[in-house]
């Protein structure tokens, strides 16, 4: 009988001891155990937090702070912005990368992180695919195709005949190697079969008063910077790189028009980490795409060179992979680098 006891005592022991063991297991799994946690109906009942991976005062901080306000009415929430900046975005991404899923991590991206970052740099830390949840979509940002006042073309197809008649005599600025500016040039060349020499600059404002006095024939830029020089006669624009003609620039034609299927812009979309919940997902993108049709919010993004755009999870991630393709052949057919 006490033997029995006795084996009984020390099974319980080894039971408590199991259930300690298995009690560490899950505590070790908290985070992902909150995330699961995370109630749709009671969502969100704590501040969101908007990473942008880029410092205060640029374009896509301006982005996120002209969003968050909007974004945290329509969600019932504050959207606290937050800067990670380094490394080209690639810091701020990750941290978001590696973050819990459960809906009050989101980031603000760019094609510079997750169409062009990625095939230029293949070790980054994240897999921009992998690693994240496609919610939405939120803005476009399209270049101006400019030339000096001296150039004797007057329209893209002009421009593109000057450029076949003299192959390398012919050059283009940018604002270094491996930027949006240099890739849409570069797809340009692509598309109209021109050889055209790639003169990189330190940013697109120290190449403009080359571009002015005629050492630069060509340059495309961002409307905000680009259209002033437009609008004061020190410079002439031939078209925009939108799919289609934008408001932004009234009268300018797209280059699609002449080279069918081009367009090349930079995009901003709203992120979650991998594995967050679609009910999440639908409930930002809902309120995102509420936020992007108040007429204040579009107006502000305008007047920043971006058009506001809303789509579903399924548009990005579909739109994402096409960005990617596109600058993947570009960047492996033209052997572009960082250096």
């Known amino acids: 009988m006490l033997h029995t006891n006795s084996f009984k005592r020390r099974q319980l022991g080894s039971l408590a001891w199991g ?3 298995v009690s560490a297991f899950v505590f070790s799994l908290s985070p992902k155990l909150a ?3 995370t109630s749709p109906g009671s969502y969100p009942t ?5 990473v942008v991976p880029f410092p205060a005062g640029g374009a896509t901080d301006i982005f996120a702070r002209t969003l968050s306000q909007k974004l ?22 990750d941290l978001v990368a590696k973050s819990v899923a459960d809906g009050y991590t989101i980031l603000l991206a760019t094609s510079s992180t997750h169409s062009i970052g990625p095939n230029l740099n293949p070790r980054m830390p994240y897999d921009a ?9 939120v803005g476009n940002a399209p270049s101006i195709m400019l030339v000096p006042n001296s150039s004797p073309a007057k329209t893209i197809q002009e421009w593109i005949e000057l450029a076949k008649k003299n192959p390398g005599k012919l050059n283009y600025a940018s604002s270094g ?8 040039a570069e797809l340009f060349k692509s598309q109209a079969g021109l050889f055209v020499v790639h003169i990189p600059y330190k940013g697109t404002a120290l190449a403009m008063p080359d571009l002015i006095s005629g050492k630069v024939d060509v340059l495309f830029d961002s409307l905000p910077t680009g259209l002033p020089h437009v609008k004061d006669g020190r410079l002439r624009a031939l078209g925009v790189t939108s799919a289609q003609r934008t408001s932004m620039a009234p009268g300018l034609p797209a280059i699609s028009e002449v080279l069918p299927g081009y367009e090349s812009t930079t995009w ?23 936020a992007l049709a108040d007429p204040e919010v579009k107006d502000k993004l305008q007047r920043l060179g971006i058009e506001a755009v809303g789509t579903s999870p399924t548009q990005f991630t579909a739109m994402l992979a096409a960005e990617s393709a596109k600058w993947k052949k570009i960047i492996t057919e033209r ?5």
Do not use: C, H, W, Y
């Not at 704590?46 to 908007?50: A, N, S, T």
């Not at 695919?129 to 979509?137: H, K, L």
């Not at 190697?177 to 849409?184: D, E, K, M, P, S």
């Not at 901003?268 to 509420?290: D, I, K, S």
């Open 129 to 137: 695919v992998r690693d994240f949840t496609p919610i939405a979509q």
């Open 335 to 339: 052997k572009i680098t960082l250096d």
């Open 268 to 290: 901003f979309g709203l992120f979650g980490p991998q594995g967050m919940r679609p009910e999440l997902v639908a409930r930002v993108n809902a309120a995102a795409l509420q």
């Open 19 to 21: 259930a300690l063991l």
């Open 35 to 37: 995330q699961a946690q």
């Open 177 to 184: 190697n491996g930027t949006i500016v240099q890739l849409t």
């Open 46 to 50: 704590k501040p969101i937090r908007l």
């Open 72 to 93: 945290g009415e329509k969600i019932g929430s504050s959207v606290v912005v937050d800067n990670k900046p380094g490394a080209g975005g690639t810091l701020g991404s």
